[in-house]
């Protein structure tokens, strides 16, 4: 018994393994101990820090409102952004971890459940073999790498992740529907919805398009559609809880303005040609502050994916999913395209996406499906089995290596111990309610008008701080703060006014005596100001559920309660339904296979980190010191107050009138940070000293020079047209 049972999780205990191996060099820059320089890591970080003094000061599972955002006076970003992804690190932070740490973990934990995800899809079409490279490509394509290591969007990750899982268990349901698959199915979809909104949606599409194509291959095709209909159903009812409040009050936040007012974050305006799509790797440069880093797919999984279909004209029966796969890849590159604003403008929600390249997270997973049977059905005609593990040993190595230029970033010392390290965040970029635009911020305030230094000295003394602004004509008898309701007994000599240093929104009440009584945001600020007439008094304020929030939970407990009875009453019947199992691809020696993919991906980390981070080469190099050893740079050492300084810039050649002229300047950091930014521009005089013509005035590398690091280099590109 006990020898069956060992046998028995053998192969699976390999396969995690193997694919724990597989990911060593995409998880890498997270194994470091040191937190990566990304667009939006650090807000991520932080919000994990929110989260658990949410839900350990705050008293909720589901924090809607953070009483320590927005510089500590309370911010509703998890009503409309899902804190689903910082569970995991709050977790390991109780486990005593601390919170970089955490979120390092939690990036690498993603891309090993995405690893799994995706070869469990591949498999179900392919073998082991066309899993394996169904998992590589996936999470080495480029768009993934950008995701985890320049982006650092981690709830974006765990989104991705988990859509991989949501396609799996449909499929299994379609396949072989049961409870257990049917339960399953709900919840991953549930789940994805409630991790990250743009993924929900852009997964949806892909969902919708991959469950009506399971119908139609379906021996049974209308029960079916009513049994993959009904997952969808109750997925998007038990995840209301979330969805419903988080697009129904978006009035109550600065959203709706911001999206407006920032018309750079229109998917419109970010549109791209097709070589851009398909954009070669760029050698990587660690000490440049501000690298392009193409947002692409990988050419190895491309080449794959034309196999695929070339290979898909000989064999029948992978027709009907390659011929999908490729029409779902062309559509979302088509998205990608400038030919396809007229369909960014008319597609109801999809203008959500803010930018228009997050589609390639469903062209890298649909690519990467086409890579794996691209391989099953290539080694399914190698007789010999050595060169059929060579072929995947080729096709593994070719992934990992040119995805190398994408796992280079630089590192940063960050202070994230405790809530006030996060106050100090908001309040020195401004990024109120730990948002790039602060746009989670109540409606009814004015972030401009918010002061962090009251509050950072309070939340150093205590978790829960005292919120009344107390005037002479009030005299406080008893009072118990909570984070987010407040309790007290007061006099008042005559009527007065009270303002309690919450921002308001729906759904904080109060109540006078037992009674509720009207609350009036004050302005600028918005803080929550109530009249309270003369005499003693008891006072209660706290925010409730909204009642839309309670009906979201409502249709939620609905759902969840149907799932669970469908789950009974279906383990009493005895009806099977079967899709046609033709997809089935012959598998090779799993052991052998799990060997070569092992032996592939160690390799790759060691020649990466013995031989290509120790010397200048095509996939890693200085830039600058590249030049330097050249001709090719003007060395000027030009400095600027002591604090920044013009390092060369690239010669110009013979250049005649009505061409542009190009120059490259590089920037560094003297010491320290800076308090205040510096503009680059480049003017053109005559003989006589005149200025003929100036570029516009901006932020060198695009980048304020409040936010430059030391030790990093800046490049500057700019263009002067010649008059």
């Known amino acids: ?68 955002l927005a510089l500590g006076y309370g911010a509703p970003l998890f009503n ?28 690498a934990l993603y891309t090993y459940i995405a690893a799994w995800g995706t070869f469990l899809l591949g498999r179900s079409w392919s073998n082991t073999a066309g899993g394996l490279i169904t998992s590589a490509a996936y999470i080495y394509a480029p768009y993934w790498l950008f995701n985890t290591i ?114 750079f974050i229109d998917p419109v305006r970010t549109l791209r040609s097709l070589a851009d799509v398909f954009a070669l790797p760029k050698t990587a440069d660690p000490s440049l502050l501000n690298p392009e880093v193409p947002i692409s797919l990988g050419w190895p999984q491309t080449v794959l994916g034309v196999f695929s279909l070339l290979l898909a004209l000989k064999v029948r029966h992978r027709r009907g999913i390659v011929l999908f796969l490729s029409l779902v890849l062309l559509a979302s590159i088509f998205l990608n395209l400038e030919v396809s604003a007229p369909l960014w403008n008319i597609l109801p929600l999809i203008g959500y996406s803010q930018f228009a390249w997050r589609i390639l997270g469903i062209s890298t997973l649909v690519l990467a499906l086409l890579g794996g049977l691209a391989v099953e059905q290539i080694t399914s005609l190698i007789k010999f089995q050595w060169l059929t593990h060579g072929f995947i040993a080729i ?27 996060v106050l100090q965040y908001e309040n020195q970029r401004r990024e109120l309610s730990l948002s790039s635009y602060s746009e989670y911020l109540p409606a009814w305030t004015d972030g401009t008008s918010l002061d962090a230094a009251d509050n950072i000295t309070k939340f150093q003394e205590n978790n829960v701080i005292s919120r ?41 009440v109060a109540y006078l005596d037992s009674e509720v009584i009207d609350i009036t945001p004050t302005l600028p600020e918005g803080f929550i100001q109530i009249t309270v007439p003369e005499g003693r008094h008891t006072l209660q304020i ?24 469908i789950f009974l009453i279906w383990n009493r019947s005895t009806t099977i339904l079967t899709m046609r199992s033709e997809f089935d691809g012959s598998d090779t020696d799993s052991m052998t296979v799990f060997v070569a993919v092992a032996i592939t991906s160690i390799s790759v980390l060691i020649f990466k980190n013995f031989v290509i981070d120790q010397t200048q080469n095509i996939f890693r190099s200085n830039r600058l010191a590249a030049v330097s050893e050249t001709s090719s740079l003007i060395a000027l050492n030009g400095n600027f107050n002591g604090e920044i300084r013009l390092l060369g810039i690239t010669p110009l050649e013979a250049t005649q009138s009505g061409t542009i002229a ?30 003929v013509l100036q570029t516009e005035p901006h932020p060198p590398g695009n980048q304020e020079t409040t936010n430059w690091l030391p030790n990093l280099y800046v490049q500057d590109s700019i263009d002067l047209a010649i008059p």
């Open 542 to 565: 706290a925010l409730e559920v909204t009642l839309l929030q309670a009906t979201a939970w409502g249709i939620s407990g609905i759902g969840s309660v149907l799932l669970i009875l």
């Open 150 to 263: 320049t982006r650092g969007t981690l709830n974006e990750v765990a989104g991705l992740a988990i859509l991989p899982f949501s396609l799996w268990t449909i499929h299994n349901l379609a396949r072989m529907p049961n409870a257990k698959h049917f339960v399953t199915a709900t919840l991953t979809t549930a789940l994805l919805i409630v991790i990250h909104n743009i993924v929900a949606l852009h997964g949806a599409m892909l969902l919708a398009a991959y469950s009506l194509f399971l119908i139609m291959r379906s021996n049974h095709i209308m029960r079916t559609f009513w049994i993959l209909t009904s997952v969808a159903l109750l997925s998007v009812a038990i995840s209301a809880f979330f969805w419903l409040p988080a697009l129904a009050e978006t009035g109550y936040t600065h959203i709706p303005g911001t999206t407006e007012a920032l018309n």
């Open 1 to 68: 018994m006990i020898r069956q049972i060992t046998q028995k999780l053998q192969k699976p205990f390999l396969l995690a393994i193997t694919l724990f191996i597989l990911c060593l060099p995409a998880i890498q820059p997270f194994l470091l101990g040191k937190m990566p320089l990304t667009d939006d890591g650090n807000l991520h970080l932080y919000r994990i820090i929110a989260l658990d003094h949410s839900m350990t000061f705050d008293s909720t599972l589901w924090p809607r409102y953070s009483s320590v």
């Open 468 to 508: 009344l602004l107390v005037p002479d004509t009030i005299e406080v008898i008893r009072v118990a703060w909570q984070s987010l309701s407040v309790d007290l007994d007061l006099d008042a000599s005559r009527p007065s006014e009270l303002i309690f240093q919450w921002l308001y929104m729906p759904g904080w």
């Open 662 to 691: 190009s120059f490259e300047l590089f920037w560094e950091l003297n010491q320290g940070k800076l308090d205040g930014n510096y503009q680059s521009f480049i003017q053109l005089v005559d003989i006589n000293q005149n200025v």
């Open 395 to 421: 096709s593994l190595g070719c992934i990992l290596i040119l995805s190398i230029p994408w796992l280079y970033t630089p590192y940063i010392d960050i202070k994230a111990d405790s809530i006030v390290d």
């Open 80 to 107: 409309y952004f899902p804190p689903t992804t910082y569970y995991i690190p709050r977790f390991l932070h109780l486990l005593g971890i601390p919170f970089i740490q955490t979120y390092l973990i939690s990036m």
